[in-house]
């Protein structure tokens, strides 16, 4: 028995039954499992559980025996300040800091199949990459498949930013800052940079673009990075973003972005810098970004965009990196952006007003080189081979959005595969 497959087992939901009562008797209903984290902090995030007809949402944490609290150092730890449960296979002591705040603890052997824990080092194997692995054939796909799976994300990405031109009042420039925060903080720091971008008035961001030093001094300083400075760099900004704190009665709130299992360049310190010189450098940029015509135009908008000079030799705050240089956004990266976030609020911006902006937009994604994950990776194994990023989000959308919950009836690969089978 080990820790991931307790956490594989929670999400997937792999019980006995589910009549779940936690070891001091009271009944619990899991009313949402979570969201399975993979990065530091609680196992899942945004849960949902119902005790004594009371709601509790938060984040759930799971563990081989419940001792594993202490040997994980949990205790006063901020990162589960937020918790509304404590699984364990096995309840092996008491846990007096979960008992004071009430969070309660449930054991879960009794219902959990042991035959499944037999089973449990053949887990990943005995799962497919998609469903249709033994039937599929590249050669079957259907007729403009890509074109549409794609326009399938462009519609559910605009109803994204619907929802967020509403909250900011018609104004597509927030909307665009805050998408880019987003994506500039990838996987693992994204919705934390959401929070922020969203905490902050676009005014503001507005009105002190021009300073390159106030834009790195309002970030670091939400981030809660400037607290102790450590060298007269670091001075400057924590003098500077107290001024902007005054001047614009800046909330309390501080946001605390993850560097865990990040790679040095992806470091929030530094893609933060590289965000500030994007605005500072590109004062009218929604508007360039959204009269782009081709690919080549877009990558001119990003090819200068570079942290300061103080991270020539640094990722993190103080301390000096034996690699030196200038700290620009890497090619792979811009990529990223332009996929993710340009090209859908682009779409979105214009399909009310130019409707031939579909056929536009599929240009540009054919003009960008074919992503590379390990998604994709899968699909040319299958035989699939992609020559542009059309192809590649097409077929990772594809992925998200109807192999992995499995819904194959609904798919129109696996309806044409089903439907030629003999």
Same mark, same amino acid.
């Given at each position: 028995?080990?820790?991931?497959?307790?956490?594989?087992?929670?999400?997937?939901?792999?019980?006995?039954?589910?009549?779940?009562?936690?070891? !001091?008797?009271?009944?619990?209903?899991?009313?949402?499992?979570? %969201?399975?984290?993979?990065?530091?902090?609680?196992?899942?995030?945004?849960?949902?559980?119902?005790?004594?007809?009371?709601?509790?949402?938060?984040?759930?944490?799971?563990?081989?025996?419940?001792?594993?609290?202490?040997?994980?150092?949990?205790?006063? !730890?901020?990162?589960?300040?937020?918790?509304?449960?404590?699984?364990? *296979? &096995?309840?092996?002591?008491?846990?007096?800091?979960?008992?004071?705040?009430?969070?309660?603890?449930?054991?879960? =052997?009794?219902?959990?199949?042991?035959?499944?824990?037999?089973?449990?080092?053949?887990?990943?194997?005995?799962?497919?990459?998609?469903?249709?692995?033994?039937?599929?054939?590249?050669?079957?796909?259907?007729?403009?498949?890509?074109?549409?799976?794609?326009?399938? =994300?462009?519609?559910?990405?605009?109803?994204?930013?619907?929802?967020?031109?509403?909250?900011?009042?018609?104004?597509?420039?927030?909307?665009?800052?805050?998408?880019? &925060?987003?994506?500039?903080?990838?996987?693992?720091?994204?919705?934390?940079?959401?929070?922020?971008?969203?905490?902050?008035?676009?005014?503001?961001?507005?009105? $002190?673009?021009?300073?390159?030093?106030?834009?790195?001094?309002?970030?670091?300083?939400?981030?809660?990075?400037?607290?102790?400075?450590?060298?007269?760099?670091?001075?400057?900004?924590?003098?500077?973003?107290?001024?902007?704190?005054?001047?614009?009665?800046?909330?309390?709130?501080?946001?605390?972005?993850?560097?865990?299992?990040?790679?040095?360049?992806?470091?929030?310190? $530094?893609?933060?810098?590289?965000?500030? !010189?994007? *605005?500072?450098?590109?004062?009218?940029?929604?508007?360039?970004?959204?009269?782009?015509?081709?690919?080549?135009?877009?990558?001119?908008?990003? %090819?200068?965009?570079?942290?300061?000079?103080?991270?020539?030799?640094?990722?993190?705050?103080?301390?000096?990196?034996?690699?030196?240089?200038?700290?620009?956004?890497?090619?792979?990266?811009?990529?990223?952006?332009?996929?993710?976030?340009?090209?859908?609020?682009?779409?979105?911006?214009?399909?009310?007003?130019?409707?031939?902006?579909?056929?536009? $937009?599929?240009?540009? *994604?054919?003009?960008?080189?074919?992503?590379?994950?390990?998604?994709?990776?899968?699909?040319?194994?299958?035989?699939?081979?992609?020559?542009?990023?059309?192809?590649?989000?097409?077929?990772? *959308?594809?992925?998200?959005?109807?192999?992995?919950?499995?819904?194959?009836?609904?798919?129109? $690969?696996?309806?044409?595969?089903?439907?030629?089978?003999?």
């Amino acid at each position: 028995m080990n820790e991931e497959i307790l956490q594989y087992i929670w999400n997937y939901k792999k019980f006995r039954n589910f009549d779940f009562i936690s070891t !001091n008797g009271r009944r619990i209903e899991i009313l949402e499992f979570g %969201e399975w984290n993979r990065n530091s902090g609680p196992d899942f995030l945004f849960a949902k559980i119902k005790i004594d007809n009371i709601t509790f949402a938060g984040n759930i944490e799971i563990h081989t025996k419940a001792s594993d609290w202490f040997f994980h150092n949990h205790s006063g !730890n901020p990162e589960f300040g937020n918790l509304i449960l404590h699984a364990v *296979y &096995l309840n092996d002591c008491d846990i007096p800091e979960l008992e004071h705040q009430q969070i309660p603890t449930l054991e879960l =052997k009794d219902y959990i199949d042991e035959a499944l824990i037999q089973k449990h080092h053949n887990l990943k194997s005995e799962h497919a990459f998609v469903a249709c692995e033994e039937l599929f054939d590249a050669g079957k796909i259907p007729l403009f498949f890509e074109e549409t799976v794609l326009l399938k =994300k462009l519609e559910a990405k605009s109803q994204i930013f619907q929802e967020s031109l509403i909250r900011n009042q018609n104004n597509y420039e927030a909307v665009l800052f805050q998408n880019l &925060l987003y994506a500039f903080g990838l996987k693992v720091n994204a919705d934390i940079f959401l929070q922020m971008a969203e905490s902050l008035d676009f005014g503001m961001i507005q009105k $002190i673009k021009q300073n390159d030093i106030h834009l790195e001094a309002l970030f670091f300083g939400i981030c809660g990075f400037l607290e102790t400075p450590n060298d007269e760099v670091m001075k400057i900004w924590k003098r500077e973003f107290y001024f902007l704190k005054v001047k614009f009665n800046l909330s309390d709130l501080r946001f605390h972005p993850k560097f865990s299992k990040l790679r040095p360049p992806n470091f929030p310190t $530094i893609r933060l810098s590289q965000l500030a !010189n994007l *605005y500072h450098a590109q004062p009218n940029l929604f508007s360039k970004l959204m009269d782009a015509k081709s690919a080549d135009e877009l990558y001119r908008i990003f %090819e200068n965009v570079k942290a300061s000079e103080y991270w020539d030799n640094r990722f993190n705050f103080g301390k000096i990196s034996p690699v030196e240089g200038r700290k620009y956004l890497s090619q792979d990266f811009v990529d990223l952006i332009i996929v993710n976030t340009i090209l859908p609020l682009k779409y979105f911006y214009h399909k009310h007003h130019h409707p031939e902006i579909v056929d536009e $937009i599929f240009e540009f *994604y054919k003009q960008m080189k074919p992503e590379k994950n390990s998604v994709l990776e899968q699909w040319k194994q299958l035989g699939m081979t992609f020559e542009n990023a059309l192809q590649t989000q097409a077929f990772l *959308y594809q992925y998200k959005l109807f192999c992995t919950p499995k819904k194959c009836l609904n798919c129109s $690969i696996g309806f044409q595969l089903l439907k030629t089978e003999n």
